[in-house]
């Protein structure tokens, strides 16, 4: 089992519409988890970080974690062309001396006009 | 504010050449992390340094080393460079080192190593 797991995608969503990206992890000593967006050929953008289970708003983002079901998720609303790109999930422990982002591979979104 | 910098933008080396990729943090942040992504994948951790002091170690080989400057900028240095080393190389900064610090980018260098 992968440390941190999304599908891979292609996800596809008209414009306007709800996007929800998911993310799995297997460590339950995680206490970190974080969002970011990433346009092809560039470098990852962080959109949102959650550390309590809930939601967290942050304008069209939010954020939802459940630490009993390992399981974190992005929800887009009012979906843009602008917001495709690969979404990556990467938690974090704090592990002793080794503290790091572990990642997944990432969910494409593709928002269709 | 300035963000994260890193330079160069774009390296192109042959096997076995070793090289320095330079990373300058966000003013104020203490901490940079160093990651390599290949195309496709995730970013894969490398170093992470807080304080002029190693924080954290990724599955690498000793050929990737690091370090990280009185200023709080950093360097990744890799010898013997294999052709599989080719990759985007990312900074990233953050206040401190713990779990609730978020990191941001810099641009990243791409490699190529023919």
């Known amino acids: 089992q992968k440390e941190v797991e999304q599908n891979s995608g292609p996800l596809s969503v008209p414009e306007g519409a709800i996007a929800s990206l998911n993310c799995t992890y297997s460590?339950?000593?995680?206490?970190?988890f974080f969002w970011y967006r990433q346009y092809s050929g560039k470098s990852p953008e962080l959109i949102m970080s959650?550390?309590s289970n809930g939601d967290k708003e942050d304008g069209r983002f939010t954020a939802q974690l459940n630490k009993a079901s390992q399981y974190v998720s992005l929800l887009i609303r009012d979906s843009q062309p602008s917001d495709s790109a690969t979404y990556l999930c990467?938690?974090?422990?704090?592990?002793?001396?080794?503290?790091?982002?572990?990642w997944g591979l990432g969910t494409s979104l593709a928002v269709n006009p | 504010d300035a963000g994260v910098t890193q330079s160069p933008t774009h390296l192109i080396k042959t096997r076995g050449q070793h090289v320095t990729l330079r990373c300058s943090p966000i003013?104020?942040?203490?901490?940079v992390s160093w990651y390599q992504q290949v195309l496709g994948q995730g970013p894969q951790f490398i170093f992470q340094?807080?304080?002029?002091?190693?924080?954290g170690r990724g599955n690498f080989p000793d050929r990737f080393s690091a370090r990280q400057f009185p200023n709080y900028s950093s360097e990744l240095n890799v010898n013997a460079l294999l052709l599989g080393d080719s990759a985007l190389y990312l900074c990233?900064?953050?206040?401190?080192?713990?779990?609730?610090?978020?990191?941001?980018f810099g641009p990243g260098t791409r490699l190529t190593v023919l």
């Open positions: 959650i550390y």
């Open positions: 003013s104020g942040h203490k901490s």
């Open positions: 990233a900064s953050s206040l401190g080192a713990g779990p609730y610090n978020e990191q941001f």
């Open positions: 990467a938690v974090k422990r704090n592990a002793g001396n080794n503290r790091k982002l572990i």
């Open positions: 460590d339950r000593g995680s206490q970190s």
């Open positions: 340094y807080y304080e002029k002091e190693e924080r």
